[in-house]
């Protein structure tokens, strides 16, 4: 287990030495990709969808980073949501989709088979099509079909270095479009003025969790410390802050290598407790134990709770979050907790994400590892590209 540098962290200059690909920069920028995909998307044509009228169905075809599209949209969308929410990673579209629905299909690189395929196909059968993805993309000359609204990425996104222009730091620009469409046919309530607020608070957090910011007093990092060495459970306290919990496990995975476990309040209750008393809880520590003899002490959970504005969450879901927390310190397990300041749904949300991802990307660089890359991943797509080449006839 590599151990945490926590100097690195203390000290701006170095952390941006050791990011080369300019990850923490591109985290930094979420703000600034909200404004600039509000424009193109404008640009774009979002606002026309509401011709049409509301879809009888909306289909959300993502994979991989970019999924937490979906997640975000459900989440806002809530349990009241006016149509259904379907989530499609890959083929086949579903063989009700027609006319009456409209599919969205969301790839950075405007070339992910799935969402490509759906898109074409729901095209073909006269559905209305939203693609979001590269210019000059298989994707964007579905998007760019008679009816259909394409939006690209922000171009900041796409002056960045290659290393850096992937879905998981470039979600807002993948994600503001998706929302201005469902705003668009009455679906998400997410006006641009809620997005104006939602890339303040994204600019807030930015500076709060900037590098040069002394490690005891960011957040982020400080969080980052908390999850050195151990196997997080992240936890989200209710169905809002369920799409940031999800999002901090895939970043803390595919960003800093540490494989998290996330879950939402209150149906995973049990399921989270009852690991407190396994294999990776805490142990009392032996004051006889050698570690040169007996090897290190190994991994130990960590929950991370990610709680909504105090205001915004009914009695009832408090109550079950303060008891798992309660139970978790009396196990002998850490437990963080961030918590969202008051204001919209959105806004709210945002800065947990921000938080999370700033934290698992501190938590790469202190442990000496390229936020931006991996090699293993590099290998595997090799591996299967060499597999597909293969099997063509």
């Not at 299909?105 to 209305?128: F, I, T, W, Y």
Request: include cysteine; proline fraction near 8%.
């Amino acid at each position: 287990m590599t151990a945490l540098d926590e100097t690195l962290l203390g000290d701006g200059d170095a952390l941006s030495a050791a990011d080369p690909s300019g990850v923490l920069r591109s985290l930094a920028g979420a703000g600034a990709q909200v404004r600039e995909a509000v424009e193109l998307s404008a640009q774009a044509g979002v606002g026309r969808l509401a011709e049409d009228g509301r879809p009888r169905a909306v289909v959300v075809a993502a994979l991989g980073g970019a999924s937490v599209v979906t997640d975000v949209l459900t989440a806002l969308a809530g349990r009241g949501c006016p149509v259904p929410l379907v989530e499609r990673r890959g083929g086949p579209l579903p063989s009700w989709v027609g006319p009456l629905d409209l599919v969205v299909a969301v790839s950075m690189s405007g070339r992910a088979p799935g969402p490509l395929a759906l898109a074409a196909e729901a095209a073909r059968r006269g559905a209305r099509v939203v693609t979001v993805g590269a210019e000059g993309s298989p994707l964007a000359g579905v998007g760019a079909r008679g009816g259909n609204v394409h939006v690209p990425p922000a171009r900041g996104v796409r002056a960045v270095d290659a290393g850096t222009r992937s879905s998981r730091v470039s979600l807002w620009s993948l994600l503001t479009p998706v929302l201005l469409a469902a705003d668009a046919l009455d679906v998400v309530r997410t006006p641009v003025e809620v997005l104006s607020a939602v890339a303040d608070r994204l600019d807030a957090e930015a500076e709060t969790c900037r590098p040069w910011t002394e490690a005891f007093v960011n957040p982020a990092k400080v969080l980052a410390m908390e999850l050195a060495g151990a196997v997080p459970v992240v936890l989200a306290d209710g169905d809002l802050t369920a799409a940031a919990a999800r999002r901090a496990a895939s970043m803390l995975a595919r960003t800093a290598r540490v494989p998290a476990v996330a879950g939402a309040l209150p149906d995973d209750a049990s399921e989270v407790v009852a690991t407190f008393g396994g294999p990776f809880a805490a142990r009392p520590d032996d004051v006889f134990a050698d570690p040169f003899l007996d090897g290190p002490a190994g991994p130990r959970l960590q929950l991370t709770l990610l709680r909504d504005a105090p205001a915004a969450v009914p009695d009832e879901e408090r109550v079950v979050a303060d008891a798992v927390a309660t139970t978790a310190a009396d196990a002998g397990v850490r437990v963080s907790e961030v918590v969202a300041e008051p204001g919209a749904p959105l806004e709210r949300l945002a800065q947990l994400i921000a938080r999370t991802d700033f934290a698992a990307a501190y938590l790469a660089l202190a442990s000496g590892t390229d936020p931006a890359t991996s090699p293993q991943v590099a290998d595997l797509r090799d591996r299967l590209g060499r597999a597909s080449r293969h099997a063509a006839p």
